[in-house]
């Protein structure tokens, strides 16, 4: 299984902040990796799939990057409908797999 | 609009079974791989099954596999979970989703399955 890890757990920042999540893997794969956006009491709702392919509907303020075993989420300009909880999934291998998640948090 | 719609999930006591349903509109159903996602309460999120647009390919987490069976069909546009031998460590609030094989990118509202005597 390829296990995922997101650093940090918590991130506190503020309006107009530049946010930076890491996600790493166990094992190495190329594109097959999404991010997700979820607030409390919510479905999940997807950001970015392919590591940078941003989802229609989504704020460009949102990227994605990475390679191998390191991906990451920059969210340039946070605005307040920003404050939620990150995941990024593998889709390389089965079983699909998270991260544990990244609370953005004020 | 495109909606999912899961049913099913309850309380039920260590060993037994319940069988959820998630409903779909809106979509062409069945060109869509599907998948089961739960989230453990105050949790991250975890991948159970899905299955292919034809039925003829599944998959499970390790962690469920002969206990959960996953299922279609598309004459009724639903997803259905059989989840038999229930644990502890099941309860949880369940998501089916729609699976573009590129990430999940339609969930249900989630069904909530408590396992507890």
């Known amino acids: 299984d390829i296990q995922m890890t997101q650093s940090p757990s918590t991130l506190s920042a503020s309006v107009g902040d530049r946010v930076t999540i890491t996600c790493r893997a166990s094992q190495s794969f190329t594109n097959w990796l999404a991010w997700y956006q979820q607030k409390p009491g919510k479905a999940p709702k997807v950001l970015i799939y392919?590591?940078?392919t941003v989802e229609s509907g989504v704020p460009t303020r949102f990227s994605g990057s990475g390679s191998g075993t390191e991906f990451t989420l920059t969210i340039s300009n946070l605005q307040p409908d920003d404050f939620a909880t990150y995941y990024c999934?593998?889709?390389?291998?089965?079983?699909?797999?998270f991260g544990q998640g990244t609370k953005v948090e004020i | 609009e495109v909606q999912l719609v899961e049913s099913g999930g309850g309380l039920v006591q260590p060993g037994g079974s319940l069988r959820l349903s998630c409903a779909g509109s809106?979509?062409?159903?069945?060109?869509?791989?599907m998948s089961w996602i739960r989230q453990l309460p105050g949790r991250g999120l975890e991948w159970v099954a899905n299955?292919?647009?034809?039925?003829?390919?599944?998959h499970y987490v390790d962690s469920v596999k002969g206990r959960f069976t996953i299922s279609r069909d598309d004459a009724k546009s639903s997803l259905y979970l059989q989840m038999n031998s229930l644990r502890a460590e099941d309860t949880a609030l369940y998501y089916c989703a729609r699976d573009r094989g590129r990430g999940f990118d339609i969930y249900g509202q989630g069904t909530m399955v408590t396992v507890s005597s």
């Open positions: 809106g979509f062409p159903f069945r060109t869509y791989w």
């Open positions: 392919e590591v940078s």
């Open positions: 299955i292919r647009d034809d039925g003829r390919e599944i």
């Open positions: 999934q593998q889709y390389n291998s089965y079983p699909r797999t």
